[in-house]
């Protein structure tokens, strides 16, 4: 007996204009499934609406109300959701709460390298547009600027396609950014990286003095920076009354892109695992949910001081589900954004895409990037470095280039 591969997941586009798309999931569980699944709609700069799901702990069916786009690709959005959801052969007659931290696939790294013949704001965020479009990742950025105004352009970038080996996979790669930076494009070359490239692709292990602790901190702090969120607290209970065999924990807080991701993602890091869910949006930029959850042991949470941990951990990627500080960097002005990593070895999607495009609106222009992996109080950090262009950043004060990133992070623009 098998599942029909229609089955597994089904897209029904929105019946009129303004109504949300509904993506329904029907197959064997794993837990962090509901991780896996919001980091696709995430990484497809969709935005969850409401969602249901629910399991006997072998099978599962969740449904996802979710706001598009136009231009949403939803074959290719169905086939990546169908790459994350187990099939029935894979796991009948397996422990389906095991462990589900293990390493993604390590994919091979290239390099893209190319040269402009000038300088332009909005460059780099159209490159990274063509890269999300033809889904390749990138996992460093190097510019370089002449000092006859060219521009060299590093990118060490993986497929997830696995082609890009391929003639004809760099071909369309080539061929896109022809088309999408027009007569400033050069030359453009794509090579596979080697060991020692790909090490050197990691960045640097040293992080300046300026980004103090509270940055990393895990604890929650008084405010957040730029008051944004301080007249709209967090709430996040337990309750063991309401179930013989499970723990409610019920929250309330103001959304944000990313918010269920970073919820299934933190119950994920902790192999939890959620037997019955709901959440909703509603138009006055509140979420509530409620979940119904497990530990590793099929059992509920009885333990005071796990159940404690769980919901100040919670409170704080709710709050501060990345971190954006702007610091002096000798004489210049570098923008940070500290990007939690899954114990799976993931970082948030789009990170990057976001950032450019929120510098392009403020109309400034980076003079080069650092992206790196970071141990920082004993926990992955996924963090980019930005430097700005010196002159641009003068007319823009530190106080709005943060305020700017960090709303368009969170999806409040």
């Known amino acids: 007996m098998g599942i029909l591969r229609e089955d597994v997941v089904v897209i029904s586009p929105a019946e009129k204009a303004g109504d949300p798309t509904v993506i329904s999931v029907n197959c064997p569980d794993k837990t962090g499934l509901g991780c896996d699944l919001c980091r696709i709609v995430l990484h497809f700069g969709l935005s969850i609406a409401r969602g249901d799901f629910s399991t006997d702990g072998k099978w599962c069916y969740i449904v996802l109300w979710v706001d598009g786009k136009t231009n949403t690709r939803w074959d290719l959005l169905e086939k990546r959701l169908l790459e994350v959801c187990p099939s029935y052969f894979s796991t009948s007659g397996i422990d389906y709460y095991r462990p589900a931290n293990q390493q993604p696939k390590r994919l091979d790294v290239y390099l893209l390298k190319f040269w402009c013949s000038c300088v332009r704001k909005e460059l780099l965020h159209d490159i990274t547009l063509v890269l999300f479009d033809l889904e390749l990742t990138i996992k460093r950025v190097k510019v370089s600027t002449t000092p006859d105004g060219k521009v ?49 692709s990691q960045g640097t292990s040293f992080l300046p003095s300026a980004i103090t602790e509270d940055m990393f901190s895990l604890g929650l702090p008084a405010r957040h920076p730029g008051g944004l969120l301080a007249s709209d607290p967090i709430s996040v209970t337990v309750d063991n009354s309401l179930s013989p065999s499970h723990t409610l924990i019920q ?66 990627e709710l709050f501060r589900p990345l971190r ?29 895409h976001d950032i450019t495009l929120a510098l392009k609106n403020l109309n400034i222009q980076i003079f080069s990037v650092e992206i790196g992996r970071h141990m920082i109080c004993d926990r992955e950090w996924e963090v980019y470095r930005i430097l700005l262009d010196e002159g641009d950043s003068h007319h823009v004060s530190r106080n709005m280039i943060e305020e700017g990133v960090r709303k368009l992070l969170m999806g409040w623009e």
């Open 152 to 200: 060299m352009d590093l990118f060490f970038i993986t497929d997830t396609r696995e082609l890009l080996h391929t003639k004809e996979r760099q071909g369309e790669t080539i061929l896109h950014l022809k088309t999408a930076l027009g007569d400033i494009l050069e030359s453009c070359e794509i090579e596979s990286a080697g060991e020692e490239i790909t090490a050197c």
């Open 251 to 316: 929250i309330l807080c103001q959304d944000h892109k990313g918010l269920i991701y970073d919820t299934m993602r933190t119950l994920k890091d902790y192999n939890i695992q959620v037997s019955y869910g709901r959440f909703f949006a509603n138009r006055r930029g509140g979420c509530e949910l409620d979940l119904f959850i497990v530990q590793a042991d099929g059992k509920k949470i009885i333990d005071r001081n796990k159940q404690n941990a769980l919901c100040s951990r919670l409170r704080m």
């Open 324 to 352: 954006v500080a702007v610091v002096s960097r000798g004489p210049d002005t570098e923008l940070l954004v500290a990007n939690p990593v899954e114990l799976s070895g993931r970082g948030r999607p789009l990170v990057f």
